[in-house]
């Protein structure tokens, strides 16, 4: 009789409890889903998709978009690189030296291993020793390269590029092709590789990659997996077509002009008595200020505006500009832009002169 009695009393107990328990299910999931879309937290699924790239992703709904479409189906991936002397060198510094990703920035690609070809041994072995567990070196030509990667960048001098790729044979399931030269069209590319123009791509940056500085070039826009690849090394710009592309090029055409400025600032200050070390330093300590202040905010369209017109009325700063158009140094500057684009079109060899002519 009492077990009777104790039975139903349980009986009873439990089915107060259940509702009880049903509704802490649903309360939990809810929090942890919230957790998940404000990225608080990593589903397991994608914490074992990475060997060594940091996962707390911070509070962002771009960031967590981005994540929820292609992150999670993101398998590691394994990179190729044939030639592989300066920019090679600096792209796969930049890309396993990745920090955490920054607010709004998207997660970096998870990578899996990285195929170089033995050429420029220097360069080869120092980061072979560098990253012993990402690096490899084959020594057996390029086409072990495409058996072994499955993004492949070509990072030869343009001359030897067509030749280069339309020897080797590529997979159109697997290989996506990068092409760092910059003259050699997306059409030649396809042409060439006998790859899907999807499967294509041309990217642009400068050595700075290596510290995730700079930013990359890409175009055709729209592949989702270069550009989590190349945001984290200084930012990735998609381009819409080849002619945007050969425009945002310029001003990278214009860094060794910067540093003829800042060698002719260099040698100013010692004619006027400064040992040169300290004039060296000074100079590229002051330059670095101003680049920082200008990259600040500088997604707002006026920035640049807002900085010239911020210098003092009447100031020192204000006077070098009234100064360096008075001299017509920035019309100049264009006509230097101008003249580079034409060689990149093709239409020049570059020179003023011979735009002139
Ligand atoms: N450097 C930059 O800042 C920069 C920036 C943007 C784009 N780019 C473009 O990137 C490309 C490479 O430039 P880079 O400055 O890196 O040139 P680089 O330092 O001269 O590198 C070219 C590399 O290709 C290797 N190579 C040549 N023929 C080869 C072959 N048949 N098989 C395998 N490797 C071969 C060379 O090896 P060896 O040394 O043994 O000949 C060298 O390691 C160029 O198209 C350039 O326009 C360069």
Not at 318 to 327: A, C, D, G, R, W
């Amino acid at each position: 009789m009492s077990d009777e009695y104790n039975n139903r009393r349980n009986i009873k107990k439990m089915l107060y409890l259940l509702p009880l328990l049903l509704l802490s299910i649903i309360v939990f999931d809810n929090i942890n889903q919230n957790l998940f879309a404000y990225g608080f937290i990593i589903p397991n699924s994608s914490r074992k998709n990475t060997k060594r790239n940091i996962l707390i992703y911070e509070n962002s709904n771009e960031s967590f978009s981005n994540m929820n479409e292609s992150f999670l189906k993101t398998e590691k991936v394994r990179l190729g690189f044939i030639g592989c002397g300066t920019i090679a060198a600096a792209i796969v510094k930049g890309l396993l030296t990745t920090e955490p990703p920054r607010k709004n920035s998207l997660l970096p690609i998870p990578i899996e291993s990285i195929a170089v070809t033995s050429r420029s041994k220097q360069k080869s072995n120092s980061l072979k020793q560098s990253f012993p567990d990402f690096v490899h070196i084959y020594e057996n030509g390029a086409q072990s390269i495409l058996d072994n990667a499955d993004v492949i960048f070509v990072c030869l001098l343009p001359e030897q590029i067509s030749q280069m790729i339309s020897s080797l044979k590529f997979d159109c399931k697997r290989h996506t092709l990068v092409s760092l030269a910059s003259s050699n069209t997306l059409d030649e590319l396809i042409k060439d590789s006998c790859l899907p123009p999807e499967k294509v791509y041309r990217m642009i940056c400068l050595p700075s990659v290596a510290r995730q500085q700079g930013g990359c070039l890409v175009v055709p826009k729209g592949n989702t997996l270069l550009k989590r690849m190349f945001e984290p090394l200084g930012g990735c710009f998609e381009c819409e077509n080849e002619d945007i592309m050969k425009a945002m090029m310029i001003p990278g055409c214009l860094m060794g002009p910067l540093y003829a400025i800042l060698q002719s600032n260099r040698d100013w200050l010692v004619k006027h008595g400064v040992p040169k070390g300290d004039a060296s330093h000074f100079v590229a300590k002051q330059y670095l200020s101003m680049m920082q202040d200008a990259e600040f905010d500088s997604r707002n369209p006026s920035r640049f505006d807002d900085l010239v017109n911020e210098q003092t009325p009447g100031g020192l700063n204000e006077q070098s500009i009234e100064n360096l158009k008075e001299l017509n140094v920035f019309k100049d500057y264009e006509e230097v832009m101008d003249a580079i684009l034409s060689r990149l079109e093709g239409k020049t060899n570059g020179f003023i002169s011979s735009r002139n002519s």
